[in-house]
DNA sequence: TTGAAAGCGCTAACAC
DNA sequence: GTGTTAGCGCTTTCAA
């Protein structure tokens, strides 16, 4: 017989303190206070306990007492699964799990689909907080976690809610730092592979006004900081194309490469928004036989493990540290009372994918 | 100002219907049954709910009263976060969240390290039912799991748990078939890698007798299929040396290799029970210039996407799906009595990593 | 040490 | 279409 399934408790701390002739209270005691009660009065219990089938204080009518729920809560606007294969999101959630598991406290992962406007997920959710994961603006999930009158903390993006901490990182710093690196080593043609600007479908090239507009502000800052770092030497952006990928993969970023690259063969060099982007270029580029960096410079954003194997140059950016923070902002707030905000460094990671354009590149890009 | 923390709530069902003047029944329906009022009252308790602040029912109350909390608990005797590093686990984990999702569930991961003794999380998660991947027998927090009165799966480990549903994978069958595979080839000196065996941590040789007696019978399983595969050429199983390792990394899996070949330089062929074992096995080969086949076969268990791109020759077990018919069983048991024990298939995946001995070994080794 | 009383916030019969 | 009643199982003052 399989254990039973929805079944009504086979015995209650009532049924219990019935049976063993004294108040609730003192079974309560025995297993939430134990030196409220003699050792033989406990042992009484607890032995009764086991003899009745009685498995311990119910945790939702705990919960329901006492307020506390003893979990957090995880949004992230992906199907749940994504978090399992995207390597960053994988990082932030190690991170976050750890905070939690410190704590003492689990990890709800909410199902919450990009395009199911069905949010009840969100009210279900047994929990004492809730960390929001790169969510786009305006996203329903958020809102419906914010109306709940629960502490909040959300990750990258989006930026500015009010009254909720933030932990993210200096995207536009470090895009920045890449910028300037690659201005550097002589590059004036780039293009760029960004990832989703928006919340419907698009693949194809961002212009500056798509660019601004977009929902996912992190993109934005990375964007911004990479036109930055090549203005100073009189880049003008509107001509750098930009090519958007709504899904995140390998695969995509390769083919956003090819098409990139189709389109503009005096590119010197690819910059990706993300390493799992650039991974999908390096790819590409291999497949045609584009030696990387002689031929092509490549990078990434993020420092996942499977770059840093392959050499990507790229951004750095610490997303254990961000999940670990992410929890600890959550579960560590005291009284406080002003919403904090945390932004975590990144850096420069310099690799084998990214060296000077080859010579001829150079004349025919007129320096 | 920071949303507030352990609030009690601004507005509860009662005070807004006291408000409204209708009675809970009706504020309930409204949010619960919509077709049970008229939709005028209903968007008046709706707005009154927004002016008021009124956040929805409380989900640990409706929790109570329903007895259902829309989440299932995963319990993982290593840390949180090793979950997320290991692939196999990733795998696992990614189906069971997906089959989750289809069911509108929340996924309630909850710590439990080896080594605490404390399973108080087991006692307070708000779930119904529990997936248990891949514990040792008697492992503690699998203990409190069973005295919690709901329906449980157990994946994998450990086996024949009375009166609750399995699934798992052919262990011994994938195990068998590439021995004799390998047998094939014409292999006669072997050694293995293999993970741990106990839960008390050790590091070296684990001989028969150990071997009967480990706590982890996958492990158990594979060791035999891999014996009775080479029994069939008549080899001698107390002969093979099986170097045993704690951790599950890459790294240990060079480090053991290291020893095993320093100890055994005739052997031709490094069995490894999983692919991250089997990984740091072609690290050290590399690092050594053993070329592999030819020099040294090496060969994995798992089939996760790195010792696929690798090349590696393994036994693929179909991780996702696994972790989804745990998911399913627990989520879609109807009003079934028997307990249900899946098995899903392996299939030996021929790489790059597996060739006939070299001639002088062959010599060597009597052939 | 122990017990009595008072809810935590909600849902589901069932009656009106 | 709406209200009354009766808990779900527990914790926690407070008093004995």
Redesign the interface.
């Given at each position: 017989?399989?254990?039973?399934?929805?079944?009504?408790?086979?015995a209650t701390l009532a049924s219990l303190a019935a049976e063993l002739g004294v108040s609730r209270t003192t079974v309560s005691n025995a297993y939430n206070r134990p030196d409220q009660l003699s050792v033989q009065l406990r042992t009484r219990v607890l032995e009764t306990a086991r003899r009745l089938?009685y498995?311990?204080?119910?945790?939702?009518?705990?919960?329901?007492r006492t307020?506390?729920?003893?979990?957090v809560?995880l949004l992230l606007t992906e199907?749940?699964?994504f978090?399992?294969?995207d390597p960053a999101a994988?990082g932030f959630?190690?991170?976050l799990?750890?905070a939690?598991?410190n704590a003492?406290?689990?990890?709800?992962?909410?199902?919450a689909?990009r395009d199911d406007p069905d949010v009840?997920?969100v009210?279900?959710?047994?929990v004492?907080?809730f960390v929001v994961y790169s969510v786009p603006e305006r996203d329903p999930h958020l809102e419906a976690v914010?109306?709940?009158?629960?502490?909040?903390v959300v990750a990258d993006q989006p930026m500015n809610v009010p009254?909720?901490?933030r932990v993210g990182v200096d995207d536009r710093g470090g895009m920045l730092a890449l910028g300037r690196h690659l201005a550097e080593l002589g590059h004036r043609r780039i293009g760029v592979l960004c990832m989703r600007l928006s919340n419907a479908r698009f693949d194809g090239y961002a212009d500056v006004h798509r660019q601004r507009r977009a929902a996912f502000p992190v993109q934005r800052e990375r964007l911004g900081g990479l036109r930055d770092g090549f203005a100073e030497v009189g880049l003008d952006w509107s001509r750098v194309p930009v090519m958007e990928r709504f899904e995140h993969s390998v695969e995509e970023g390769a083919s956003a490469a090819a098409q990139l690259l189709d389109d503009h063969p005096e590119l010197t060099a690819v910059v990706c928004t993300s390493d799992v982007l650039a991974l999908g270029a390096l790819r590409l580029a291999e497949q045609r036989g584009l030696p990387v960096p002689e031929r092509l410079t490549v990078t990434g954003f993020d420092g996942v493990p499977e770059a840093v194997r392959a050499g990507l140059t790229t951004v750095r950016q610490p997303v254990r540290e961000k999940g670990r923070m992410a929890g600890e902002l959550l579960l560590n707030?005291g009284e406080?009372?002003?919403?904090r905000s945390v932004v975590l460094p990144t850096q420069l990671v310099e690799g084998r994918t990214a060296g000077p354009p080859r010579e001829t590149d150079r004349w025919f890009s007129g320096l």
């Open positions: 017989m399989t254990r039973s399934s929805r079944i009504r408790r086979p089938g498995p311990g204080p119910d945790p939702v009518a705990r919960s329901l307020r506390q729920a003893r979990a809560g199907e749940l699964s978090a399992f294969r994988l959630l190690e991170g799990a750890q939690c598991e003492g406290q689990g990890l709800l992962l909410m199902p689909s009840s997920t009210h279900q959710a047994s004492d907080g914010l109306e709940r009158p629960l502490p909040t009254g909720v901490d707030r406080r009372t002003e919403p």
